[in-house]
């Protein structure tokens, strides 16, 4: 659901230029935002109100993606426009990708229902590292967080209503029991190594007062 500093893009598709023209601007236009050829750009404010030409103030928060649309289309329909056919994207919702995957960051949430296969396929699939079957994903106040594990291994786990990702959340993708114990022989293989040349010296050295 939209909420307060999120950012909307907004676009009247009845419009004709959008049939005719390369690169279209918007019919919502000189409004408190920036244009673009996919239509303008606004902030929603903190009072959770969006302004927008002609109409101003018009309350979103709280409201789905689907309904801050119809609410507009109805708005500017009784104001301004004939037959409005207003689309609405919400332009800043992301979520962080981190752990065993081939590109680690953030990936935008480019459409409605974005699925955890689809976002780890953007990112370019897991690494020979990974554990598939403990996949985590973080979500919520960070100083009590909801955590939801994953298991892909199960053709199941597709279905499952969890794999829906949301705003914010962070998915952690977790090493495999191999690459763990790969990494704790080299960590022992390292802090015994200049022990090793130490003790090596000290019996050359040694050999060589004795002979």
Do not use: C
């Amino acid at each position: 659901r939209i909420k307060s500093q999120d950012i909307l893009q907004i676009r009247n598709l009845q419009s004709t230029k959008y049939i005719v023209d390369e690169g279209p601007s918007s019919t919502l236009s000189n409004g408190r935002g920036s244009g673009s050829g996919q239509g303008q750009t606004y902030q929603v404010e903190d009072d959770g109100t969006v302004v927008l030409p002609v109409i101003g103030h018009v309350p979103v928060a709280g409201l789905t993606r689907a309904e801050a649309a119809k609410q507009i289309e109805d708005l500017y329909r009784k104001n301004l426009l004939k037959d409005p056919i207003i689309e609405l994207k919400i332009t800043n919702l992301k979520v962080t990708l981190l752990g065993e995957v081939r590109t680690q960051g953030n990936f935008p949430l480019t459409k409605d229902k974005t699925s955890l296969i689809e976002i780890i396929g953007d990112a370019g699939g897991l690494t020979e590292r990974s554990n598939e079957k403990n996949i985590k994903i973080i979500r919520g106040d960070p100083k009590n967080p909801q955590i939801t594990e994953l298991d892909l291994s199960k053709i199941e786990t597709l279905a499952d209503p969890r794999m829906i990702l949301q705003n914010n959340d962070i998915i952690y993708i977790a090493q495999n029991k191999r690459a763990v114990k790969n990494d704790q022989l080299q960590n022992v293989t390292t802090t015994l190594s200049p022990a090793l040349l130490i003790l090596n010296t000290a019996l050359l050295i040694y050999t060589f007062i004795h002979r």
